[in-house]
């Protein structure tokens, strides 16, 4: 992993955020709220105002790119960059895009990421993920899909014992474990 200064961390942070903008705006028109059966399986997990703020769109016919800023950092010496066209699920703020239709787990994964969202917020959001993939040596290492992973098992484990993902982010970024 390439030991990054503190200005190109920034630079990176910054340029992860962009892209995260600008696919939430250019699938906005396509993406969906979440089906009934979908807010009703979700309900007792997330806040209301997350599950009516969610949209979804699963792609049929084509691929999320990478980011236009990957041969940048392959230039870098990044080679473990995640493959977002092999993703099953990209979460750009509150738009999740799949590449294959939404199960319950699926979907649980990608709300934990809206969740992470509203309360970071995209630039505070970009930055801990760009930290977590630098300090986490990868895509696997990242606190911020390592909780939702996490949370998304405890869901998958028993669909009927609700807690609160809110209340679980919280804790995460008042712990500082992002």
């Given at each position: 992993m390439p030991q990054l200064s503190p200005r190109q961390i920034a630079h990176v942070t910054g340029l992860v955020a962009q892209y995260?903008?600008?696919?939430?705006?250019?699938?906005?028109?396509?993406?969906?709220?979440l089906a009934a059966a979908q807010k009703a399986a979700m309900s007792g997990f997330f806040l209301p105002q997350v599950l009516d703020a969610a949209r979804v769109l699963v792609l049929f016919?084509?691929?999320v790119?990478?980011?236009?800023?990957y041969p940048t950092l392959a230039g870098m010496g990044f080679s473990n960059l995640p493959d977002f066209s092999q993703m099953a699920a990209i979460t750009f703020c509150d738009m999740a895009i799949s590449h294959v239709p939404f199960t319950d787990g699926l979907l649980f994964h990608e709300?934990?990421?809206?969740?992470?969202?509203?309360?970071l917020g995209i630039p505070r959001f970009s930055e801990l993920y760009v930290r977590g993939f630098l300090s986490g040596g990868g895509y696997d290492g990242i606190p911020l899909e390592v909780n939702a992973y996490g949370l998304g098992r405890q869901f998958e484990r028993n669909p009927r014992q609700q807690f609160s993902v809110a209340d679980e982010v919280a804790r995460w970024?008042?712990?500082e474990r992002f």
């Amino acid at each position: 992993m390439p030991q990054l200064s503190p200005r190109q961390i920034a630079h990176v942070t910054g340029l992860v955020a962009q892209y995260i903008t600008a696919q939430r705006e250019r699938f906005s028109p396509q993406a969906a709220p979440l089906a009934a059966a979908q807010k009703a399986a979700m309900s007792g997990f997330f806040l209301p105002q997350v599950l009516d703020a969610a949209r979804v769109l699963v792609l049929f016919d084509r691929r999320v790119e990478n980011p236009p800023f990957y041969p940048t950092l392959a230039g870098m010496g990044f080679s473990n960059l995640p493959d977002f066209s092999q993703m099953a699920a990209i979460t750009f703020c509150d738009m999740a895009i799949s590449h294959v239709p939404f199960t319950d787990g699926l979907l649980f994964h990608e709300l934990v990421h809206v969740e992470q969202y509203r309360q970071l917020g995209i630039p505070r959001f970009s930055e801990l993920y760009v930290r977590g993939f630098l300090s986490g040596g990868g895509y696997d290492g990242i606190p911020l899909e390592v909780n939702a992973y996490g949370l998304g098992r405890q869901f998958e484990r028993n669909p009927r014992q609700q807690f609160s993902v809110a209340d679980e982010v919280a804790r995460w970024v008042r712990e500082e474990r992002f």
